[in-house]
């Protein structure tokens, strides 16, 4: 159920779950885009005159209050974006957070403190989540990117009042079922990232979903080692080897066709501009550090996207942070991008080095949909239920 199923919300008091989980650095916010993305649905309550009642988590307090954890300077920031006031009320729960709402008008906004200064947040507690349901009249939940997390504010809370899914967590839906639930075929997924440990549900998961499966970054030498060949000093989970095995065995069985690369970029130190020579996968040498894929394999990467008309992207390709290698995971990128542009591609992407990945590209903008979420998305590529969303279906 959406907003569009919410009737009058004028007078009423809206509990709207948002994640404001955004990068700070030194009190100030670095990276407003989960602000942004949630200040439609703001504007949709409080021009329907609802009260716009803001709960949300910052970092992990443990249940206690932690100054340096406090959502005041997020909520400057939400005010300074959303270019109208918003109050703050110094708890999430008890008078405080009562006087605040009582205080509130038709059509205000309210940001209460982090819900994660209380235990019972992350522990789902239903006397915390009746204690929060205090405060409204109805629940609307924005924040796909932690509906991950079976907490009060994200899932317990959706049982207490009427809940409806917000504008943000509706677009990031949508883009996700054209991503991989029903999209056009064939799909391309593109996973890196530096081990394969942390990706081995995922990797499974996709390879009985997708057409097509790019393995890169550092996850890439594990399955390279698992086929037999040598990666020097390049990281890589020999103990996985067998867990490789097992995912290609199940491509086999899919039809999932595996890109590895064919090449790489090598070089003796993990650092910007170390001295680097391009090999072929079957020369790599013992001295050295595979940091990106080389030349053929980006060619390869796009040309899988040219036969693709979905893509869904997680993790980048090479060490993107140290130039030059970026370069792969560049060049790849902004191929995707620019079939996207040309209306050939429904290009998804999301998890925190992606959309840092991409955004260095400069291309974030051309993708079809870039979700905010980290942990969300990852847990969704690998087919697990996220509570947050489950909590909205309409039941029976
Ligand atoms: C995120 O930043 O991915 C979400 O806000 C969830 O945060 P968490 O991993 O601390 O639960």
Known sequence: RTLDDAGDLKGQRVLLRVDLNVPMDDGRVTDATRIERVLPTIREIAAAGGKVILLAHFGRPKGKPVASESLKPVAEATQGLLGSPVAFASDCVGPAAAEA???????????????????????????????????????????????????????????????????????????????????????????????????????????????????????????????????????????????????????????????????????????????????????????????????????????AMNDARTVVWNGPLGAFEFAPFDQGTVAAARHAASRTKAGQLVSVAGGGDTVAALNHAGVAEDFTYISTAGGAFLEWLEGKPLPGVDALRVKG
């Open 101 to 303: 709402v009582a205080a509130l008008p038709d059509g205000g906004v309210l940001m209460l403190e982090n819900t994660r200064f209380h235990a019972g947040e992350e522990k789902n507690d239903a006397g915390f989540a009746k204690a929060l349901a205090e405060n409204g009249d109805v629940y609307v939940n924005d924040a796909f990117s932690a509906a991950h997390r079976a907490h009060a504010s994200t899932e317990g809370l959706a049982h207490l009042l009427p809940a409806y899914a917000g504008r943000q967590m509706q677009a990031e839906l949508d883009a996700l079922t054209k991503g991989l639930e029903a999209p056009t075929r064939p799909v391309l997924a593109i996973v890196g990232g530096s081990k394969v440990s942390t990706k081995i549900d995922l990797l499974e998961n996709l390879v009985g979903k997708v057409d097509a499966l790019v393995i890169g970054g550092g996850m890439a030498n594990t399955f390279l080692h698992a086929a037999g060949l040598g990666v020097g000093k390049s990281l890589c989970e020999k103990d996985l080897a067998g867990t490789a095995q097992r995912i290609m065995e199940r491509a086999r069985e899919t039809n999932c066709a595996i890109l590895l690369p064919v090449d790489a970029i090598v070089a003796e130190e993990f650092k910007a501009g170390a001295p680097h020579h391009t090999y072929g996968v079957d020369a790599i040498p013992e001295t050295g550090m595979i940091l990106d894929v080389g030349a053929q394999s980006v060619e390869r990467v796009a040309a």
